[in-house]
C-alpha cells in the first residue's frame, strides 16, 4: 500500500481524521520547505543585470509639451559613434545628437528637445554606441533606452468585457 493511499484510508477512517489532517498538514510543510529550499539555487542560476558601457544618464531639464532632456554619456569602452536616436513615441527630435569618435573615460553631453507623438503615453530615446570592429567578428553596438511619460495622455477607461459595471448585479432575468 503506497503513503498516499495509507494517507487516504487515514483521513477517511472513522476516527482517524485528526491523523489525516495532520498527515496532509506534514507533507504540505515539507513541500513548502523544499520549494523554499530551491529558491536560493534557482536565484544563484540568475544573471544580474549589467551596466552599459555607454555609461548614459538622462536628466530632464524643462518639462512640458516638448520637453528637453540632458544625455550625459561617460562610456567605459571607446566607440566609432554615439548616436541619439528617436524611439518609439517620439514625434521629432532635435537638435541631432552625435558624437565621433568616442573615447573611453571622457563625458560627453548633449540636450535634445522632443515632441510627443499624438496619442502615445510615453516617449522613448535610444543612445547607440558603435564598437570598433574586432578582426573576424561583426560590428558590436551597445544600446540604452530611456522612457518619458507624457503628461499630457489620458488613458481610456479600462473595461473588464464579461463583467458588469462595478455596483450592479449580473442575474439572469425572471419569467
Known amino acids: 500500500m503506497s503513503a498516499r493511499t495509507r494517507i487516504a484510508a487515514a483521513a477517511g477512517a472513522p476516527g482517524a481524521t485528526r491523523l489525516g489532517r495532520w498527515l496532509r498538514r506534514t507533507i504540505g510543510r515539507a513541500a513548502c520547505a523544499a ?10 542560476l540568475a544573471t544580474p543585470p549589467t551596466p ?16 528637453t532632456i540632458e544625455i550625459r554619456l561617460r ?7 554615439v548616436t541619439v536616436e528617436p524611439g518609439s513615441g517620439v ?10 569618435p568616442v573615447a573611453a573615460g571622457q563625458t560627453y553631453t548633449c540636450r535634445v528637445t522632443v515632441a510627443h507623438t ?13 564598437r570598433p570592429p574586432v578582426a573576424g567578428a561583426r560590428r558590436a553596438a551597445d544600446i540604452s533606452h530611456y522612457t ?17 459595471p462595478q455596483g450592479l448585479v449580473a442575474t439572469p432575468p425572471r419569467s
Open 91 to 100: 514625434a521629432s527630435l532635435a537638435p541631432p545628437c552625435v558624437f565621433e
Open 118 to 130: 499624438a496619442g502615445q503615453a510615453s516617449l522613448t530615446l535610444n543612445v547607440v554606441g558603435q
Open 75 to 81: 562610456p567605459s569602452v571607446a566607440y566609432d559613434r
Open 52 to 67: 552599459s558601457a555607454l555609461g548614459a544618464a538622462f536628466r530632464v531639464v524643462d518639462s512640458g509639451a516638448s520637453p
Open 35 to 44: 520549494g523554499l529550499l530551491a529558491l536560493p539555487a534557482l536565484a544563484a
Open 148 to 164: 518619458l511619460r507624457d503628461p499630457g495622455f489620458a488613458a481610456p477607461p479600462v473595461t473588464r468585457a464579461g463583467r458588469p
